[in-house]
């Protein structure tokens, strides 16, 4: 049967008559709030576009209009402005343009001040961060940022750094336990086309897979890694291989040498997303993790993993003893309207056949799924773009009987940031007029939490070995948690190049169980910048 298969995905690339345009090179550096300015070209029934695979990129030509238009909003080119207004308002810092060549860099500023009204306290953050990139020619491109933070944080934001010695989506550091903390990192992406079916690139940052807010498959949801990405195109089909090093702070050392750092770990990924039609494409992912080192010896990159036509399941598989994780998934996009589309993934982390149809609640009937619908122009209302969205997973799910073969990167799921054992609904509306930018989310999560001592499958750091049950376990079993998140911006862009803003925001937040209750209210101002998507709801 996989035999079968491969040989028609090989067939399907061979045969594939639509004309796809030139892979693109341009790094556009992932932001949720900000890709939903994109909705429109990117979910549009009159043309096909792999919506699935983020980042994208700029140059893409079902993008590069909409982009346009949005790095140049509010400028008027009949008007000369002076230097001060124009490098404010209108243009990147320093810029320099050639024949064949373009370098822009910019400072980034994120500062805020803020009040957290239900547990009386001051928040702030001051963050100085920089960009710099560019393109040489038209096949390779290069982009970096930087930031140098410090804060203080309401107290539910402030607990999760503590615990998970990681500040969410960001980075690790040896200042997170005192009041303020300090924190830096960077990131970075080197992208090469040498002809348009294929893409390379090679980065110290995030991938993202899927259509929705969340993703089941693999999210931005942790720190930056280290990868290398190649990116094939043709016809209708595009294919992502992601070759990943990350850390695992939290893993027991092997040494007490400081020398030797934080534990490592290896992800091999290959995504195949096809546009079956230019309203209908599928994609199939699978996912392999393994520890880069044990008691025994260093084990390093494993090349068996490198193929890109080939089932990693058979390659793992072939090892009778493997230590390896291998994770399968699917992912599904209808546009059902227009300006509509209906999304979905499964992922697979582990099953038994005859157990899954028995409803026994098999400890091993290890899955998450998502489905959800969002497009733009709701209520005919230009650029209100919108989103709802259910996700789920069972107990024990991404977890493994090695913390370093789970599905994590830097303390934090590469999933989604609730682990698994829990259930999730949320919406997002979006509304841009001319420079103004307004968003809101509403989101209701439940899950289970472990008692001291026990392991009801929400952790996905706990080896799965030390579970309660074989049998009846459920979706938020352990102690019942219920999560209310609500969130309100605006803001008005002082400059598109690299989304400089004035935002106003509020957060109100209610987590409760039969332990207690926590409760943040809280409203911030800020000067921002950055595309940067900076997870607060969890």
Known sequence: MKKTLLLSILLLLVSSTYAQSPTPNQNLPYSFQYYQKFNKSAYDPETKFHSSIKGYYSDDTLLVGRYRELMNLGIDSTVHRS????????????????DDYTVYADFLPDLQIGRDFKDSKSTWLNTRGFQFGGNVGKQFSFYTSGYENQ?????????????????????GGDKLLQKTKDYSYVTALISYTPNKHLNLALGYDKNFIGDGYRSVLLSDN???????????????????????????????????????????????????????????????????TWADAEVEGKRGFDFNYVHPFIFLRSVEGAN??????????????YELLKKTALYGQ????????KEVFAGNGYWA?????????K???LFNVNSLNYLAEFNTARPYTYSHFNRLSNYSSMNQPLAHPLGANFREVLGHLNYTFKRFDFSTELMYARYGIDPEGMNYGGDIFKNYETRVAEYGNKIG????TDLYYGELKASYVVNPKYNLRIELGGIYRNESNTLGHTNTGMITIGLRSTFRNLYTDF
Request: hydrophobic share 40%; glycine share 10%.
């Open 375 to 377: 497009g733009s122009d």
């Open 320 to 333: 009778s003893v493997s230590p390896d994780k291998m994770r399968i998934g699917f992912n599904l996009k």
């Open 83 to 98: 230097w001060a207004r124009r490098k404010l308002t209108q243009e990147h810092l320093l810029q320099f343009t050639g």
């Open 151 to 171: 804060g203080v944080f309401s107290n539910y934001y402030t607990t999760y750094i503590e615990k998970n010695g990681i500040v969410p989506a960001q980075a």
């Open 222 to 288: 942790t720190a930056p890694y280290s990868f290398l990405r190649v990116r094939a195109t043709l016809g209708s089909v595009q294919y992502q291989t992601i070759f990943a090093y990350m850390l695992d702070p939290g893993a027991e050392k092997l040494t007490t040498d400081r020398r030797l750092g934080d534990r490592g770990k290896w992800m091999a990924m290959h995504y195949l997303d096809w546009n079956a039609t230019n309203r209908f494409s599928i994609g199939f992912f699978q996912a392999v």
């Open 477 to 480: 079993q352990g102690i019942g």
């Open 365 to 373: 009937n290890k899955w998450a799924l998502q489905i959800g619908f």
């Open 346 to 353: 499964f992922m697979f982390d582990e099953f038994t056949a």
